[in-house]
């Protein structure tokens, strides 16, 4: 603590001889730094952007002057801003924008709903929805296919309108009969590589589309759309407004998109340009390698418009997800003997994409669920390593990182890959787990964050919203407790302390991105992103943490949100 008070008299002295005063002053609280040299201080001064002073309410009143505005957090506890570090920005606007399924109990509510808005949709015209997840029903469907339901009870309340479902996960989609109807999928239709439709005993299709087959149906939705670049500008700005609020009325100060394309950046940049995002972003680009090829050295961007937009990482996918089956894995499925999962990108093409990412300088992100992909992309990872020996500090991540071979765990210290992880994903998730992988399996491997960390591995925390809210406390909490709605906790021994778990959400994911100089802890120099939460996450009661509210995000030292 000795040089801690050294580093704020120096400062506030420099205040006292006619420093320029704070613009923004937040004393008399709990303000938790997240910085291990400063610790935990009372008040912090804000000037230009940046955190320029932090210690006690006597320190920091030096800065205020007329015009600084204090906001007296009355013991409240303050805390960098959340970092999202995993989730789809222009996803959380798509899914505000169509049916929310992410509530319904039981597919007879969906059908509902479906029914509700035929009523309201033209003749014709595409019903969207997302969210659904049918382990997380209160009953089994009938009939249905692998717990899933068949298409003719939906298909009944919407025979002139197609309807596409998206599954929660994202990796799978419910489509009814008129919808493959105009895709002209039927019994015949094969299965395209990574991909599966789902079929009944007689060989009909069920409507449930695995992974890349959802692009059978999903092309003739797009192409019913006006698809002029005004109109997918015009939609895009919606998608990312919404997303921006929901953001920062959630605590988020900073975002990282896992997998835009080029127009949606290009976007991005144009209202980060115009100061219409508070949100900073950090973007994946996702696309194949032959676009990616002639395009990273354009896109490529870090800090712009006020460090509001980074473009510095690519993101691929080479396997799918647990709960529709399509991760894939060393063993078959627990529950379905005849499938390993799906591999929805070949290998050797991820390998090029790692190629161009160490020619180009860009961070590789790989989504990798099952413990195949996992040793997969650990081994693409670790080949272009050796061949690139000049990467000294490369940081590529593994996105989800879920379910890991033993063998393989010790790995991502070893080579400094980043797990990219998701508290709520364990939660939510680990109903089925079991069933799926094994008991065995899944105490070995399945969302072993302090296994990973033992190796010496970054674990960054995230939501994949709109896979899940968005919100970082349910994921803090599921992070601390591993605790099921029914009160069990999934293998407890895996659980981060909750300051581990607010490091996660705050200096790893800034460590995650090459932003830790910027952002992750209170530090005076460093960006101004603050959250002000109303309840202590840190030492109430567990069950409390999920009732603790955002009073306050944030960003830049400008208040972004403010609860009511």
């Not at 000795?2 to 205040?15: D, E, N, P, Y």
């Not at 239709?189 to 009944?200: A, H, R, S, V, W």
């Amino acid at each position: 603590m000795r040089g801690f008070s050294m580093t704020i008299l120096g400062l506030t002295c420099v205040a006292a001889m006619g420093q320029t005063p704070a613009d923004l002053v937040l004393r008399n609280g709990k303000i938790v730094t997240v910085d291990e040299k400063i610790g935990e201080v009372q008040a912090l001064a804000v000037r230009d952007g940046r955190i320029v002073a932090v210690g006690s309410n006597d320190d920091i009143d030096r800065h205020i002057g007329p015009a600084t505005k204090v906001i007296d957090l009355k013991g409240r506890l303050a805390i960098p801003g959340f970092i999202e570090g995993h989730g789809h920005f222009s996803g959380i606007g798509s899914a505000k924008m169509q049916l929310d399924l992410m509530h319904v109990k039981n597919w007879d509510e969906v059908i509902e709903m479906v029914k509700q808005a035929v009523t309201e949709a033209e003749p014709g015209e595409w019903i969207f929805g997302r969210g659904w997840h049918q382990e997380k029903w209160d009953k089994t469907p009938s009939p249905s296919v692998e717990g899933f339901p068949t298409h003719a009870a939906l298909s009944a309340v919407s025979p002139n309108n197609p309807v596409c479902l998206r599954h929660a996960s994202g990796h799978a989609c419910f489509f009814n009969a008129k919808a493959m109807e105009l895709a002209e999928v039927d019994a015949n239709t094969k299965n395209p590589p990574g991909g599966e439709i789902l079929k009944d005993a007689n060989g009909q299709p069920i409507g449930v589309f695995r992974e890349t087959a959802q692009g059978l149906v999903t092309r003739v939705a797009s192409a019913s759309s006006d698809d002029s670049p005004a109109a997918v500008e015009k939609r895009l700005r919606k998608q990312l407004h919404l997303a921006d609020q929901e953001c920062l009325s959630k605590g988020i100060t900073s975002f990282q998109d896992a997998g835009s394309g080029f127009a949606t950046i290009d976007v991005m940049k144009k209202m980060a340009g115009a100061g219409e995002l508070g949100v900073r972003l950090w973007v994946m680009i996702r696309t194949g390698n032959r676009a990616l090829s002639g395009n990273l050295d354009k896109y490529k961007m870090i800090g712009h418009a006020d460090d509001h937009l980074t473009v510095r990482a690519i993101k691929r996918s080479i396997d799918g997800a647990l709960g529709s089956r399509g991760a894939w894995l060393l063993e078959p499925y627990a529950d379905l003997p005849s499938s390993t999962g799906l591999n929805t990108t070949r290998v050797e093409s991820i390998a090029e994409t790692a190629r161009l990412a160490a020619a180009h300088g860009y961070q590789l992100c790989v989504h990798a669920i099952g413990d195949r992909a996992n040793r997969e992309v650990l081994d693409i990872f670790e080949r272009t390593f050796r061949a690139n020996p000049e990467m000294k500090d490369p940081r590529w991540r593994i996105e989800h990182a879920q379910h890991l071979h033993a063998d393989d765990i010790p790995r991502f210290g070893k080579l400094g890959v980043i797990a990219s992880m998701q508290g709520i994903h364990c939660t939510s998730d680990a109903p089925w787990v079991i069933a799926r992988l094994g008991r065995a399996r899944a105490e070995q491997g399945a969302y072993v964050w302090r296994k990973l960390m033992d190796s010496g591995a970054v674990v960054s925390n995230g939501t994949d919203a709109p896979v899940e809210d968005v919100d970082p406390i349910r994921s803090y909490y599921a992070t601390v407790s591993r605790r099921l709605k029914d009160g069990t906790v999934f293998f407890g021994d895996q659980r981060m302390s909750r300051m581990e778990a607010l490091k996660s959400y705050t200096i790893n994911c800034a460590q995650a991105a090459f932003e830790e100089d910027l952002k992750g802890t209170l530090t005076p120099g460093k960006l101004a992103d603050i959250v002000v939460l109303s309840k202590d996450i840190l030492t109430c009661p567990e069950p409390e943490i999920l009732n603790a509210q955002v009073e306050y995000t944030i960003v830049g030292g400008d208040i972004q949100y403010q609860r009511r």
